[in-house]
């Protein structure tokens, strides 16, 4: 039997790097917003490989764990299956600390690397639109806050970052950046509990 390691790399050599119906899909049908979560992912995941190994040849375990896991959060957000796959597969391996650590992270390298190949070849059809777009005002930014990461929409990170005055006024500065913070690791779940609870407390 193939281990699940294994599995991914058949997976990565099978099929696209990026599903991008369904990271539409994930995002309601909203291909502008998937072509922003997809340069976010371009720009700022571009050397987490890089990083994860150097904390993991620090001895650094569990900045490795933490760093692995972000990545995978974020391959799941863009749809990125394989790669999502080989994260979990070298955080299973940190987690243990058995197996082909090394082994697992060059896969998990060179996977990144054809998703941002991709990503750099498709970056150039992208209408400026799907790459940045002004401010928007969110008169309700609280609510719609809430209700995105409810639904685990990615869109909740943009609401993070340009509606970043309008929550701090609702939560304070202090629980504004805590719920930035979960957001922006992709730990909606995290985040929307925190929201709760302050509402609860009025």
Known sequence: MHSPDHRSQLDAADGPAVNHAGGVARLMGDDALFGRVLARFRNEYRQAAAGILAAHQDGN????????????????????????????????????????????????????????CELDTLASTLPARAVARPARSHPDALRTLMTLLDEGNGDAVDIVREAGDALAAELGEDGYRRVADLVEGYDFDGALELLRERVAGG
């Open 61 to 116: 375990t569990q900045l490795a764990l933490r760093l692995v896991h972000t990545l995978k959060g974020a391959a799941a957000m863009i749809e990125a299956v394989p790669l999502r796959r080989q994260a979990d597969a070298v955080e299973r391996a940190l987690h243990e600390g058995t197996g082909d650590v090394h082994g697992s992270l060059a896969r998990l390298q060179a996977e990144l690397e054809r998703v941002l």
